[in-house]
């Protein structure tokens, strides 16, 4: 069964601290992803990383970096929290496209973890 | 630039009836489209995806969506709602390369007996 895990359901920091959001995935897929969830915008793409030690900036980027060791941990790292970094953070992972260019119309579902909650007092 | 709109933020139904959940999309050329749900608690789940093999695409759990070009749209149908659909739905179009997706803003169902 396809599984996506993310290393906390619910995390409480404070503004100024440093975060690190952990993803494991145990399907080989090449592709990893950040996204954050708020009300009213969906979710947004933060980073995402298509091999190891490979990384893409998302939509919204700053301040955050991520780090990808191995192929089947993403990190998700908040250098100093802020209190608008509150969220639901969600990782998902994919198998990698046939082709590079999406027109090939092949692709491949985005597989997501629980999420977690992060708070920042 | 891709983008997709999701018109309508909740959607309220009775158990037994029609769900039509709306979706239109921006797009430089032919996109790949999705439809995720979010049930409370859970992770998202795929329902279905459109990828130009057919423009009437069906899913799980009894829901289905068409693609309709020529109104840009990729709207989200179930004929009989159940009180297990209430969950946020995501309409999704894929943009550029490494499978990376953009979500609309959701919406929220909800069924009542």
């Known amino acids: 069964d396809v599984k996506v895990t993310q290393s906390s359901r619910y995390l409480v920091k404070r503004t100024g601290e440093k975060v690190f959001l952990e993803c494991v995935q145990d399907?080989?897929?090449?592709?990893m992803f950040w996204y954050r969830q708020d009300p009213g915008l969906g979710l947004r793409l933060i980073y995402f990383s298509y091999d190891v030690k490979m990384k893409e900036k998302g939509d919204i980027p700053e301040g955050y970096s991520v780090s990808r060791e191995k192929k089947e941990r993403f990190s998700l790292i908040l250098e100093s929290a802020s209190t608008n970094q509150t969220s639901m953070y969600l990782c998902?992972?994919?198998?990698?496209?046939?082709?590079?260019?999406?027109?090939?119309?092949?692709?491949?579902?985005?597989?997501f973890g629980p999420g977690t909650r992060l708070t920042v007092l | 630039a891709q983008s997709v709109t999701q018109l309508d933020s909740h959607v309220s139904v009775s158990e037994g009836t029609p769900v039509l959940l709306r979706c239109n999309y921006s797009s430089s050329y032919s996109p790949s489209l999705f439809w995720y749900v979010q049930h409370p608690n859970k992770g998202l789940q795929l329902l279905l995806k459109?990828?130009?093999?057919?423009?009437l695409v069906k899913g799980i759990n009894g829901f289905e969506a068409e693609f309709k070009k020529s109104e840009t749209s990729f709207h989200l149908t179930k004929p009989s709602a159940h009180m297990s659909d209430a969950a946020e739905y995501f309409c999704v179009v894929l943009v550029g390369g490494y499978n990376k997706l953009i979500f609309g803003a959701g919406t929220r169902l909800a069924v009542h007996p």
């Open positions: 998902a992972s994919s198998s990698a496209l046939d082709g590079i260019l999406s027109r090939t119309n092949n692709a491949n579902e985005q597989f």
């Open positions: 399907m080989d897929h090449e592709n």
């Open positions: 459109y990828t130009s093999a057919a423009t």
